[in-house]
């Protein structure tokens, strides 16, 4: 799936703040309110954002992988 730069730029604020509210995302992101609420609901529309604060990251084409490591002396 191909991201337009605004769609990038906004994933990589929304990423870390699912709260943001949309002049928090231009300020950050430097694009208009009005390129910041396409581009919300463009993201919304492909399944990338959900009501809820989740980034669907498989959808871009990452997969999570988790380990767990113990140290011992």
Known sequence: MRLSSN??????TVQFNA????P?????????AQAVQYSLARLKEKGLLRPWPLV?????GFVQY?????LSS
């Open 7 to 12: 769609e990038q730029k906004i994933l990589s």
């Open 19 to 22: 709260n943001a509210s949309i």
């Open 24 to 32: 928090e995302i231009q300020k950050k992101s430097g694009l208009k």
């Open 56 to 60: 669907d990251t498989y959808r871009l």
């Open 66 to 70: 988790e380990a767990a490591i113990s």
